[in-house]
């Protein structure tokens, strides 16, 4: 008898989590860009990916994460500040290649509401659920071989005394995302 999971499609979703050193970012580069389209760019040792392990060839916890993806296959880039976007957040706003193979296309920004764990307030259990507001950039892996790319991010800082984060500037760096298969 065959099972279930056989008949499933062979595409994946390949989740990638970025985390963003953002004080450190704050204190080395503190007079960034204001424009969106010029953003300052960053070495490598200020942002960290993170994939799957079924899905890494090198660089997990690194700003230069290869994976394994196979044509068909969707990538989601999820952004967040190493406050989990508390005090300080960021928002990947565009990614776009600039040199090396075309690996993906048709990128997206999306923004979901759906229902999630809750931690009880001064325990952990029992767990509750709310509503949630989640948001990634997607793309479709359309080719093998290697994209060099850069990705562009927001970055925002709490004021103390203040209830909304502001701006503090626009940067990017440029990792190299390699497809295999």
Do not use: C
């Not at 990705?151 to 502001?166: C, D, S």
């Amino acid at each position: 008898m065959a099972l279930y999971s056989e008949f499933f499609t062979s595409q994946e979703i390949i989740n990638i989590q970025v985390v963003i050193d953002t004080d450190a970012i704050t204190n080395d580069y503190p007079n960034p860009s204001k424009d969106p389209a010029h953003p300052t760019g960053l070495p490598h040792n200020y942002m960290y990916m993170v994939a799957t392990r079924a899905n890494v060839i090198v660089g997990s916890g690194t700003g230069d994460l290869s994976i394994k993806a196979d044509v068909g296959d969707i990538i989601r880039w999820y952004g967040t500040s190493e406050y989990g976007n508390f005090d300080s957040s960021v928002v990947l706003y565009k990614m776009e290649r600039f040199a090396g193979d075309t690996v993906f296309n048709n990128l997206t920004f999306s923004v979901y509401k759906r229902q999630g764990v809750l931690p009880t307030d001064g325990s952990v259990f029992p767990i509750n659920f709310s509503e949630q507001t989640y948001w990634f950039n997607q793309a479709n892996v359309v080719n093998k071989g290697t994209e060099n790319y850069n990705i562009q991010f927001a970055l925002y800082t709490r004021q103390r005394g203040t209830a909304n984060p502001v701006l503090f500037g626009y940067y990017y760096w440029d990792p190299t995302i390699v497809v295999k298969s």
